[in-house]
């Protein structure tokens, strides 16, 4: 089920991270993207315009937008439609930062600061195992992505050991020159099962939000 967000008031300017969110229609205006600020307030859209990106650009930033891959800057806004419904369309004036750099960032930070990212592990399982039960589902088994399940579940383990690792010598205020290799690598792995998400429509948001958002004011893009 896809929640559908209020169009903003009025155009509205920062750095977003869209993706598409599953919404199929059959009559326009479909909010088929969902918008975020960094700070966590949520937009639906019915459209992503990149005239302003360089040609180059443009012919790949649209999949990898679509898959919520990056952070983008431009503006977001709402003009009137059809059936009292208004479009919103995100305009996207610059590709701002790769999802897994943000999140390598905000993640560093939280570290630093000894705050506890088990959570951010947390969400990382529920989205392979929403992932899993969708593969399940399907017509038959899907050995690629089977295979490929098995694998990040493996990798995100040993993370939650590496984690556990880090976290006690925290504590004991010991150095942690484990943590670069730690925010790196689950960095990492965050982008990966977050396409996944997006593509099989396995709650992205919950994955995005737990991750991406920074109500604090951690780091800036």
Known sequence: MVTIHPAPPGPVAGVFHVYDN?????????????????????????????????????DWASLDLYEGRWLARGTIEATDGPRSMPHVVLRVEQLAQ???????ELLSARLSASEDVSGHLAVLG?????????????????WYATRF???LRAELDDLARLYDTVAEQ????????????????????????????VRYH????????TWLVDRGSVARV
Request: proline residues 6%; hydrophobic residues 40%; charged residues 25%.
């Open 22 to 58: 599953g919404m199929r229609c059959v009559a326009a205006p479909c909010y088929s993207y969902t918008v975020r600020t960094v700070q966590g307030t949520e937009y639906s859209a019915s459209g992503v315009n990149l005239e302003a990106l360089d040609p180059v650009v443009r």
């Open 98 to 104: 790769r999802v897994d750099t943000r999140a390598a």
């Open 126 to 142: 529920e989205t392979l195992a929403s992932f899993a039960e969708r593969t399940a589902a399907g017509p038959g088994p899907d």
């Open 149 to 151: 399940l098995d694998r």
């Open 170 to 197: 925290s504590r004991r205020g010991l150095p942690t020159r484990e943590s670069e290799v730690l925010v790196t690598r689950l960095a990492e792995l965050f982008g990966r099962v977050l396409v996944l998400a």
């Open 202 to 209: 396995c709650d992205p948001d919950a994955l995005a939000t």
